[in-house]
């Protein structure tokens, strides 16, 4: 069965200091990817998607992921990370196969972010 | 552009009651989506509408929940009656049949939902 896998529930980090949230992935076939970003209080917001192509993929707010498929991972970071990057991280992956593409979502990693 | 809307955004009710949340996605966006988020875990869909079809409502509740999309614009999602288990924030999302390839969806701020 399809799943998405983010191993680490929670995270700490300097503010300045750099972030990896990791995600990895079971399908059979290369999915696309997707990371959101939940403040609290808030709905999801999409930070960056990987459909093809390079496999270094920028975003918003300073982010980028990083597609490798030998290790079926889609790992974000951030050289620095800001007091307000304080959040929930969600990574997000959809059956690349046509019909019916349903979205399923990892369990997500909060991040702290300590001055 | 204006965003995905819903309301409440709070609600607190004792369980056995009945609830409704309301939805209205960004014009012109032909998909619909609500999910289920409970504290502590990812969304997970509860039924995703095409216009006013349902597309999937594999994991929805039927004995307790249900959703419609009348005129394929607005949604409601309704809990009849209300469970502890229910507690959880209910998050509306909507996508562009026009861009349905990029599959980018477009979330709503949620309505945290409280069973007493």
């Known amino acids: 069965a399809q799943s998405v896998t983010q191993p680490d529930i929670h995270i700490t980090v300097s503010e300045g200091a750099s972030l990896e949230l990791r995600c990895n992935y079971s399908?059979?076939?290369?999915?696309?990817l997707f990371w959101y970003v939940q403040s609290p209080g808030q709905g999801l917001q999409l930070l960056l998607k990987y459909f093809s192509g390079d496999t270094l993929v920028q975003g918003i707010k300073g982010f980028e992921a990083e597609f490798k498929r030998s290790q079926s991972s889609f790992n974000l970071r951030k050289p620095s990370v800001h007091w307000s990057d304080a959040a929930e991280y969600f990574c997000?992956?959809?059956?690349?196969?046509?019909?019916?593409?349903?979205?399923?979502f990892g369990t997500g990693t909060k991040l702290q972010v300590i001055p | 552009e204006a965003g995905v809307a819903q309301s409440p955004r709070y609600k607190i009710i004792e369980k056995r009651q009945s609830v409704a949340f309301w939805c209205n996605p960004i014009?012109?966006?032909?998909?619909l989506y609500w999910y289920q988020q409970i504290l502590g875990q990812g969304p997970k869909l509860l039924i995703q509408f095409q216009n006013n079809g349902v597309v999937d409502d594999s994991q929805l509740p039927k004995d307790r929940f249900s959703a419609e999309r009348l005129k394929g614009v607005d949604s409601t999602l309704k809990i009849q009656p209300a469970k502890l288990e229910d507690s959880a924030v209910y998050l509306c999302?909507?996508?562009?049949?026009?861009?349905?390839?990029?599959?980018?969806?477009?979330f709503g701020p949620g309505t945290r939902l409280t069973v007493l």
């Open positions: 999302a909507s996508r562009s049949f026009r861009l349905a390839a990029n599959n980018e969806q477009f």
């Open positions: 997000a992956v959809v059956p690349n196969s046509g019909g019916y593409q349903k979205v399923t």
């Open positions: 399908y059979g076939a290369t999915p696309y």
């Open positions: 014009s012109g966006h032909a998909t």
